[in-house]
């Protein structure tokens, strides 16, 4: 029996909405870990997102801002290797991560929760754009 199959719900996911708002809160802090600064906008609370932003037009800009903000604070890596205080959301150890580390693992962080918003979307039903035929 897979996963589908099952009768009943999952429970204790996130909304596609919550998930968007997750990523961006992510890239907010990660890309400030990297600047060495707070994050400029509010991330909420643990790892949820701001909770002032709810509505779809709200979300989506603070997710494109989010994109963004680490756009910025990823160009300001260089070839330094030198350990950076670590995030709070991150899983190095303190002292071990560096601006490189720290931005890849964004990137990989994006790309578990895009693989997983594919999947919400497939199992309502809809053909997730980059799926789609020209």
């Not at 990297?34 to 997102?49: A, F, W």
């Not at 899983?91 to 890849?104: D, H, K, N, Q, Y």
Request: overall charge neutral; glycine content about 10%.
């Amino acid at each position: 029996m897979t996963l589908l199959q099952l009768a009943g719900e999952i429970k204790a996911v996130r909304t596609f909405a919550e998930q968007l708002k997750h990523n961006a809160a992510g890239n907010y802090r990660l890309g400030a870990g990297i600047l060495g600064e707070k994050p400029p906008v509010d991330t909420g609370i643990g790892k949820r997102g701001s909770a002032a932003v709810k509505t779809e037009p709200e979300i989506i800009i603070y997710l494109k801002d989010s994109f963004a903000y680490m756009h910025c604070a990823a160009a300001t890596i260089d070839d330094a290797k030198n350990p950076i205080p670590t995030p709070e959301i991150s899983p190095w150890p303190e002292g071990a991560g560096t601006r490189l580390g720290v931005a890849i693992e964004d990137c990989v962080h994006g790309w578990d929760h895009y693989g997983q918003l594919a999947e919400y979307l497939r199992m309502n039903g809809i053909v997730p754009p980059a799926s789609r035929k020209p």
